[in-house]
């Protein structure tokens, strides 16, 4: 059976031939890894990173990926730790203020305007505004490469999550983490492009089961 769609095909070393390369709208929204780091010397930082995400249950572990050896990924080399924080509604602007190219030691905590929160497990601070955290402990640091095998200037940073924080008025009467309550926002493609989500556009489907 033939696709009932017309496609517009490209190679991307080619490039896309569009006014804007639709990658990051294609694959989104995507969760917001919202990082929190200190380095060696104790200086804090703060920064949200647009490809994030979960990659195993049991142990959990999360990973985000940094376009250059940004501040982030150099604390966390240096001392194998760091926060992730939820960005919510709430904390948008604060998320998104933190995104500025400040001079590494310069803190985006107080750029920002957050609070740090002390870790229990971990010395990088958390966000104290965000109702969920995860502390964690660096697990693999890679630099990503091409289909030749040719390294380029792009780290994917892995974590084992050693601790969670959940604001409880998150979890319902059975315990039960209630995602759209948190108002979480989402990256989509573009320079400026974010989503919410609500309970009016969720919708359930279980997997198929084969007897």
């Not at 730790?81 to 939820?86: I, S």
């Given at each position: 059976m033939s696709s009932p769609f017309e496609y517009y095909s490209y190679?991307?070393?080619?490039?896309?031939?569009?006014?804007?390369d639709p990658l990051n709208a294609i694959i989104g929204p995507r969760p917001i890894g919202w990082?929190?780091?200190?380095s060696a010397d104790g200086k804090h930082n703060l920064a949200p990173y647009s490809f994030f995400n979960c990659f195993s249950y049991h142990p959990p572990v999360i990973g985000f990926a940094s376009s250059g050896w940004k501040?982030?990924?150099a604390n966390i080399?240096?001392?194998g730790?760091?926060?992730?924080?939820?960005a919510t509604i709430e904390t948008a602007e604060a998320m998104n203020q933190s995104s500025a190219a400040l001079p590494r030691g310069e803190d985006e905590f107080v750029f920002s305007g957050v609070n740090?929160?002390?870790?229990q497990w971990v010395k990088a601070a958390r966000v104290a505004e965000s109702p969920v955290n995860f502390e964690c402990k660096l697990t693999q640091?890679?630099?990503l490469q091409d289909q030749y095998g040719q390294p380029f200037d792009s780290w994917l940073v892995l974590g084992e999550v050693i601790g969670i924080h959940i604001a409880e008025n998150l979890l319902d009467d059975q315990g039960v983490y209630q995602t759209a309550a948190a108002k979480p926002i989402l990256r989509a493609g573009g320079p400026s492009a974010y989503y919410a989500i609500s309970d009016e556009n969720r919708f359930d489907m279980f997997r198929p089961i084969i007897k």
């Open positions: 190679q991307p070393r080619q490039g896309h031939g569009l006014s804007h990082i929190s780091s200190i501040d982030s990924v080399n240096e001392t730790e760091f926060v992730w924080n939820l740090m929160q002390a870790s640091c890679i630099q």
